[in-house]
C-alpha cells in the first residue's frame, strides 16, 4: 500500500546554529492541521541506505501551509547531510504530521525538558501554552555551549513578556556562568514552584529515561509525565 507522502518545497533555509539549520516547507493549497508537538517523517532515498524516514517535529503550529523544521546535523546522519544540503525551490517528501506527544491540559502548570533538537517540539507546545488559558510554566533546556542554543532570542522575548514563563538553560560547557551538567540534575529548581505539573520530555532516548526515572524519585506520578513514548526501546541496557 503506498504511503500518504506530502511534496513540500523549500520556501526558505539558513543556520540557527554551527550544526542546526531551518528548513521552511511550503505546500501550496494544503492546511497543515497537526497538533503542536507531533513530528512528520521526511523520507530519504539513497543507493547506501535505500529509502528511509526520519521524524522531525516542526517548529511552528497549524493552519498554514507551511512547516518549520530545525535539524542538526551528524557527521553519520545522511537524511541529516541530505537536508542539510537543500536549497530553496528543492522537493522533500514528508509523511504527514502524527506522534503522541502533545499537551494534555494548557490550564495546569507545566515543565518542558528537552535537550539538543529535542526543543523543537516544545517550541510549538509552548507557543500554544502561552496563547491558551496557561498557568505557571518552566522550560530546562540543554546544550553543549552557548553557541549551541537554538531559538535563544525568542525564548528569551517570551520569558521577558510571560511572566508565568520561567526559562533555564543547562550547558556542559564548564565556563558557562549559568546552570551546567545534565537537565535531569536541575529538576528540584523546575519542579520547585509548580503545582502538580504535568512534565513534557523530549531529547535523546538516554536523556529522556533518565529523566522520566528522576521525576518519579522526585514524587510525579507516571500519568504526569509524557514523551513520544518509545525511548525505553531504544536504550540499551
Known sequence: MALDLLSTTVAATYSLTPRVRQLVLEVDGHTFTHTPGQHVSVR?????????YRPYSPVNGPGTDRLVLAVKQYDEGTCSV???ERTVGDTISVMPPSGNLH???????V?????GTGLTPMMAMLEQ???EDSENAVLLYGERSPADLMYRPTLDRLSASHPNL????????????GRTGYVQDHLDSALGGLDAPHAYICGVPQMVVDTQS???DAGLPDDH?????WEQGAVSN
Open 82 to 84: 541530505w537536508l542539510h
Open 225 to 229: 509525565i509524557f514523551s513520544e513514548g
Open 129 to 131: 501554552y502561552l496563547a
Open 166 to 177: 520561567t526559562v533555564e538553560y543547562v550547558l556542559s560547557d564548564t565556563s558557562w556562568n
Open 111 to 115: 515543565a518542558f525538558l528537552a535537550t
Open 44 to 52: 530519504y532515498e539513497s543507493e547506501q541506505d535505500g529509502v528511509v
Open 214 to 216: 528522576a521525576l518519579r
Open 103 to 109: 499537551l494534555q491540559d494548557p490550564a495546569r502548570d
